[in-house]
């Protein structure tokens, strides 16, 4: 359990002021605590007589200091200090949250050799505001060439490598530090590139019915993969029309349609799309979303 006094070091955020603005009302400040911790949070300079703190408007205690035991989330909220008249001689914002574990990196490239995604989770989460550095360098690079990792997207936990350096024996080194008011932690992870490729699901999937219980299954490749003619890819298609555990895979294709044959009248079939580097490197693909067609019965 740690304990927490809070005297003048509380974060000003603000001073606020009444309508009459020759009055100027004590200023609101920020006070950040980890969930589970006990604080004891003095009224002005700890040596006020006759005060009492209130929660949300409503009293809690008539002492010149406020004690929270083992404070979890529900504690969160504007806690006022006033005199018995009623004034007020301070208030103080509390925020409950965690120090930033070590966050978990995961690593991918859907545009492989043009550009990598990593993007890391924190457990628990922080739920303070958190801000998050994140650079690269090659593992025998100097400190002077770290490169910034670019936001991506709308994520704050989420970023892009622009830079790939394809074909390397060294890994590339991805540095993820977690800032919050609490603390501070940093994750190192090595990525050889060929390792994470990962396209995205193949596009625009879809299937003819043929004469004698046949289909025709065509489809794109992702519109994320840079060149898909110097950088090929192959493909995986599953198809079922029952329960979707029992769907068989057939593959690898590397043209973007093949033909169903074998297929029962009267059966509607759910067909789905995957890609992987020509090569083998990486990992599969996600399936594309299903598409069904139905063998008709005449």
């Not at 690079?141 to 830079?163: F, H, M, P, Y």
């Not at 193949?202 to 046949?214: F, T």
């Not at 093949?258 to 009267?266: N, Q």
């Amino acid at each position: 359990m740690c304990l927490i006094f809070v005297f003048g070091a509380l974060a000003i955020t603000s001073g606020v002021f009444s309508q009459d603005t020759t009055t100027l009302l004590p200023e609101t400040r920020d006070l950040f605590v980890a969930v589970g911790s006990s604080v004891k949070i003095p009224c002005s300079d700890g040596e006020e007589k006759g005060v009492e703190w209130r929660f949300n408007s409503s009293v809690l205690v008539s002492s010149p200091v406020l004690s929270i035991q083992n404070s979890s989330l529900k504690d969160q909220g504007i806690y006022t200090c006033h005199q018995l008249n009623g004034d007020l001689i301070q208030t103080v914002s509390l925020h409950l949250g965690y120090p930033p574990s070590l966050p978990d990196v995961y690593c991918w490239s859907p545009s492989y050799p043009k550009r990598a995604i990593c993007s890391w989770t924190l457990t628990p989460d922080p739920i303070l505001p958190t801000h998050y550095i994140a650079t690269y360098r090659s593992f025998s690079d100097t400190l002077s060439s770290v490169r910034q990792c670019q936001k991506w997207g709308e994520q704050d936990r989420q970023c892009a490598i622009e830079e790939l350096e394809i074909f390397s024996s060294e890994p590339t080194l991805i540095n993820i530090t977690a800032i919050n008011a609490l603390g501070s932690t940093t994750r190192i992870w090595p990525i050889i590139f060929e390792q994470i490729v990962k396209p995205d699901p193949p596009v625009n999937v879809s299937a003819m019915v043929m004469p004698g219980r046949k289909m025709s299954v065509h489809w794109g490749p992702p519109p994320t993969w840079p060149d898909p003619a110097k950088f090929l890819l192959k493909y995986a298609v599953k198809f079922h029309w029952g329960k979707p555990e029992m769907a068989r895979t057939l593959g690898p294709y590397e043209s973007n349609k093949m033909i169903l044959s074998g297929l029962v009248a009267g059966r509607t079939y759910y067909i789905q799309i995957s890609a992987k580097d020509f090569l083998d490197d990486g990992q599969i693909s996600d399936w594309s979303e299903p598409i069904s067609a139905t063998i008709p019965i005449n």
